[in-house]
């Protein structure tokens, strides 16, 4: 049975950082790519990043690319999304998900509870 737990959600200003993290009781974790999707209230669940098995391989929305960086440590079971200039419409409830290969539909095998992000203004 998979497992992913997120963590690091919050409240915050626009502007400020969050660094949000997943930890996925996988055996295998180094074998499955790892995601990070959002679900905005009224709003479908969206891609946000996603990375390969091998951490070399990074995808991103255009939404948030340049100011999210999605990284794993394959060690710790644990991938993290590292939040800079947050905007207000980044607030969502953030979900992980695991799967053996990245897609940026929502068609993946596992997901976790979710954290909420809120970004005031």
């Known amino acids: 049975q998979v497992q992913l737990v997120e963590s690091g959600g919050g409240l915050v200003q626009a502007g400020a950082s969050l660094r949000l993290s997943c930890t996925a009781s996988?055996?295998?974790?180094?074998?499955?790519?790892m995601g990070w999707f959002r679900q905005a209230p009224g709003k479908e669940r969206e891609f946000v990043a996603g990375?390969?098995?091998?951490?070399?391989?990074?995808f991103y929305s255009d939404s948030v690319k340049g100011r999210f960086t999605i990284s794993r440590d394959n060690a710790n079971n644990t991938v993290y999304l590292q939040m800079n200039s947050l905007k207000v419409e980044d607030t969502a409830v953030y979900y992980c998900?695991?799967?053996?290969?990245?897609?940026?539909?929502?068609?993946?095998?596992?997901w976790g509870q979710g954290t909420q992000v809120t970004v005031s203004s």
């Open positions: 996988i055996r295998t974790f180094g074998s499955y790519a």
């Open positions: 998900a695991a799967d053996r290969l990245v897609r940026t539909t929502i068609f993946w095998n596992y």
């Open positions: 990375i390969a098995r091998s951490s070399v391989t990074t």
